[in-house]
């Protein structure tokens, strides 16, 4: 902790008493943005948990199926049938603010005309149901997949900014805060010293005046 180099005035007193609330205010609104940033990302992170949970099962389950599509279709089936995919339209996404942090926001996408619910036909004569069903499951995780993405993105973002928060804070709790109290009590002594002695000096006068009289 140490003293900011200012005169011992009046003047400065006032200056750094204005300046020492404006810093506690400072520090209260970032400790509320910390508490408000931290629950946030602690929400964040459980649903991100518990979505990253099924989608990874599902996955488990479409990794098995599509070695069982592999068995029977083999590297070039499963090459014609992606040719044939019906591309799924990637979603909206927009941003929100929360507490000055920009996080991205799915919106829902529009219903896809003509849609079958899978990407991929196999052909006539070919056993296509193994492809078929990872096909469907693919589908089905593409909204999720962009969902678990979008909370990903939200932690991250949120635990940066909490980041910056908490170091702001330390540094007004740390340094700042207590270097203008240091300075406020150093300045106020002073100035208290002083009046002392000038009311010492006044007295002795006024003693040496009665004193000549």
Not at 17 to 40: M, V
Not at 66 to 90: F, I, K, N, T
Not at 134 to 163: D, H, I, K, M, T
Not at 176 to 202: K, S, V
Request: proline content about 5%; some cysteine.
């Amino acid at each position: 902790m140490s003293r900011i180099p200012l005169p011992a005035t009046k003047s400065a007193l006032l200056r750094l008493r204005a300046d020492l609330e404006f810093l506690e205010a400072g520090r209260e609104l970032l400790d509320q943005k910390r508490e408000f940033l931290n629950d946030a990302l602690l929400t964040f992170d459980r649903e991100a948990f518990a979505l990253r949970e099924r989608v990874e099962g599902e996955l488990r389950e479409t990794s098995a199926e599509l070695a069982e599509a592999h068995a029977a279709l083999g590297d070039d089936g499963l090459q014609r049938l992606a040719l044939a995919a019906v591309p799924l339209q990637p979603p909206e996404v927009r941003e929100r603010s929360l507490m000055g942090v920009a996080v991205p926001l799915l919106l829902p996408r529009p219903e896809e005309k003509g849609a079958t619910g899978s990407v991929l036909v196999a052909s006539p004569g070919e056993s296509g149901a193994a492809a078929a069903q990872v096909s469907s499951r693919l589908r089905r995780l593409a909204e999720p997949l962009a969902e678990l993405g979008a909370l990903e993105s939200c932690c991250l973002r949120l635990a940066a900014e909490l980041a910056r928060t908490r170091r702001k804070l330390n540094a007004l709790e740390v340094v700042h805060i207590p270097n203008h109290r240091e300075t406020i009590r150093f300045i106020a002594d002073r100035l208290e010293e002083r009046e002392r002695e000038a009311l010492f000096q006044l007295k002795r006068v006024k003693s040496l005046q009665r004193a000549r009289s």
